[in-house]
């Protein structure tokens, strides 16, 4: 990843979110769930959505629970959230590729479904309608793609649903194309809204269990290791909140950020065109897989 040096973003010097409202796609785990505590516990009225919630009883978290691996279930989600009174949508969701491919009961791969595909699926479906119900001269709505932009991957094109051949790194890093061109196509359809690529690095949680197998020694021993060198969720969450919720973003649209909270250039490739590449290419994988997705 490079620096964008010519992107100049503090970060809030307030930390109260009271009166906000917030929408965390995958808050029930992970980033997603540190980053929803973090903004409850600062005021923020939050919708966490996934299949578990682990937060019953905490103030300022409400749940709607979703299978994200199916569009049909990202469809309904955009439809029954009130984005219209959301000042914010974060995009959290997101697996490992497993060894040997894993097929969803609507014919997709895995990977792309939840990590990717359900996003693209999300954000066509409610970012018209993302922030206008609010108060006049409510600050610009903001959707946050979690992944790992800035890093040189591309997609696959030519197999998204890796039907042909499988890899799984070649499958998550085209999930990882797939969330950058997301922004970069977002902030163009779509000038009302800000759109923001992060990119947390490497993080303790729960997200290699499909990939290395859930408690199973190899996964226990990679957490490990990864927790003695890198902060926790928690630790992430209280360090990028300030970048969420920043004034400086308002206005400003497709950028993207590290962990750390500072600017990064977008990968090389990742120019407007081969981003409208990949996003059509992934909606003609939607349409030819998934007949009638609304995208």
């Known amino acids: 990843m ?75 989600v955009a439809k029954d959230l ?9 995009l959290t969701t997101g697996i490992f590729a497993a060894p040997q491919r894993q097929e969803t009961t609507e014919g997709l791969e895995r990977d792309m479904a939840v990590s990717y595909l359900s996003r693209l ?42 039907e042909q051949s499988y890899a799984a790194m070649k499958a998550h890093m085209s999930t990882v194309a797939g969330n950058e061109a997301l922004v970069v196509d977002a902030a163009q359809r779509y ?12 993080i303790k949680t729960s997200i290699r269990s499909n990939m290395l197998g859930q408690n199973s020694v190899k996964h226990r021993a990679t957490e490990t290791v990864i927790g003695w060198f890198t902060p926790s969720a928690d630790t992430y969450a209280k360090r990028i909140l300030p970048l969420l919720t920043t004034p400086d973003l308002d ?17 090389p490739a990742m120019t407007p065109q081969h981003a409208s590449q990949v996003v059509i290419a992934s909606i003609d994988l939607l349409h030819r897989v998934v007949p009638g997705t609304q995208v």
């Open 251 to 267: 206005g400003r649209t497709g950028l993207m950020f590290d962990k750390k909270g500072a600017a990064i250039l977008p990968s």
């Open 82 to 90: 009130p984005a219209e009174d959301l000042d914010m949508l974060v």
């Open 191 to 202: 000038p009302a809204v800000g759109v923001f690529g992060l990119n947390p690095g490497l």
């Open 121 to 162: 699926v999300l954000v066509r479906n409610l970012a018209d309608r993302l922030g206008t119900g609010r108060p006049p001269g409510a600050p610009q709505p903001r959707i946050f793609v979690y992944g790992y932009p800035g890093t040189g991957q591309t997609a696959h094109l030519g197999d998204l649903n890796f």
């Open 2 to 76: 490079k620096k964008d040096t010519s992107v100049n973003v503090q970060p809030a010097r307030t930390s109260s979110l009271s009166g906000r409202r917030v929408a965390v796609v995958g808050g029930t785990g992970g980033i997603g769930q540190a980053l929803s505590r973090q903004m409850a516990t600062q005021g923020a009225q939050v919708i966490v959505v996934g299949r578990t919630f682990r937060d019953a009883g905490t103030a300022g978290i409400d749940f709607v629970q979703a299978d994200l691996s199916l569009m049909s279930e990202a469809e309904r």
